[in-house]
């Protein structure tokens, strides 16, 4: 009822009360002293009933849009308040809708407004939990201005707060510094045959330009078109490449899913600092490679994310719960065992990979 038209509080209770104690007194005494008592209480609220919706009239809520943050660092949010009216307003009450999983909802109390002004509320919400976090509204209440009746309105203000995974900073991280080494000498022998190559590589034909060696010219179709075409041939970066590949299958359970997904994150920094040309890649998005991109993506993954994405080519680190899918050449798997298991020796001799156990530091283990 608040947010249609008002609600007593709990002095417009104890008045309406008494107003009713009175009225009742002169019905049964007939005295007009207890009638006058009665239509001033009942004339005042019916004023204080009026007045809190007309405060709120004229009133506009906007707010800039939240920076991503890390997970554990402060999500700053900017609320503003705009009188678009000619009187002033008092006695206001501002609530952000905030989701419970940041803290619910905020509130903050303005004295006065003046007309034709606005009021800044600024104020942080402190963040554990990685995720996309939308709101869509903002509510204004006042009592103004006897504070027997609340009322309340609604006010569209979207907001989209972006939590992005903690990052472990890594000073060094075995598995992907394997896979360096491996993957540099095959980077090296494809830049060798890209080098020499006339043949097979070919991606696109273009006009040809004073300077290109003229062993990349197509006699064939320079006889076509009557001029000198050139072969573009595709080039291989000199940057050795790895994808962090995160498994969303059924098979985690939330904590371990949570360590992944801050390992994932840790691991492309990691490879982005190494000078690795670092991908993720999960079943619904494919492969992402921009670092707001990837950071995104891990703040918004959920279990059991389905797509049609195949898993890409090596070399590949594969993040899982479950052992027993085969992995292509000159790929990693890190095993994440769930608080349940039983971290026996025989469990860590039968993997190849890293097991990461739940009761040990995530980024000692990572870090070998």
């Given amino acids: 009822m608040e947010a249609n038209w008002v609600t007593p509080a709990y002095s417009g209770w104890v008045l309406f009360g008494i ?8 019905t049964n005494t007939m005295a007009g002293w207890l009638y006058v008592i009665s239509g001033v209480s009942i004339a005042l609220l019916s004023v204080s009933s009026v007045l809190p919706q007309r405060a709120l009239k004229g009133l506009s809520v906007s707010r800039l849009p939240p920076r991503p943050v890390s997970a554990g660092e402060g999500l700053s949010m900017v609320v503003t308040l705009e009188n678009t009216t000619a009187r002033s307003k008092s006695l206001l009450q501002l ?14 109390a303005i004295a006065a407004l003046a007309a034709k002004s606005q ?17 869509q509204q903002a509510r204004l209440r006042t009592a103004a201005p006897l504070g027997l009746f609340w009322c309340s309105r609604l006010h569209p ?21 394997s896979l360096g ?14 080098a020499s190559g006339t043949e097979g590589l070919t991606r696109a034909l273009r006009p040809y330009r004073w300077g290109d060696p003229t062993r990349l010219i197509h006699w064939r179709t320079s006889a076509r078109y009557g001029e000198l075409r050139v072969r573009e041939l595709e080039v291989l970066t000199s940057h050795q490449s790895l994808i962090i590949a995160l498994d969303t299958s059924d098979a985690w359970d939330i904590d371990s899913f949570e360590r992944a997904v801050i390992a994932a994150a840790s691991l492309y920094h990691y490879g982005q600092q190494q000078g690795l040309a670092t991908q993720l890649w999960s079943a619904k998005t494919g492969l992402v490679s921009d670092m707001t991109a990837v950071l995104t993506v891990l703040a918004g993954i959920q279990l059991s994310d389905r797509g049609d994405h195949k898993l890409p080519a090596p070399p590949l680190v594969w993040l899982t719960a479950q052992t027993g ?14 608080k349940t298991a039983a971290h026996s020796g025989e469990t860590l001799r039968e993997h190849s990979g890293l097991v990461i156990n739940p009761v040990d530091d995530l980024q000692r283990q990572l870090q070998g």
């Fill in 19 to 26: 107003t009713l104690c009175f009225l009742g007194a002169a």
């Fill in 95 to 108: 609530q952000d809708l905030v989701p419970v999983a940041l803290g619910g909802k905020q509130t903050y």
């Fill in 119 to 135: 009021h800044t509320w600024r104020y942080e919400i402190p963040t554990q939990q990685r995720g996309i976090y939308t709101w």
């Fill in 157 to 177: 203000a979207k907001a989209k707060a972006i939590v992005y995974p903690q990052i472990l900073p890594l000073d060094r991280c075995p598995v992907i510094d």
């Fill in 181 to 194: 080494t491996e993957t540099g000498r095959q980077q090296l022998q494809k830049a060798a045959i890209n």
């Fill in 325 to 338: 899918r085969p992995l292509p050449v000159h790929s990693a798997e890190i095993l994440f065992l769930p």
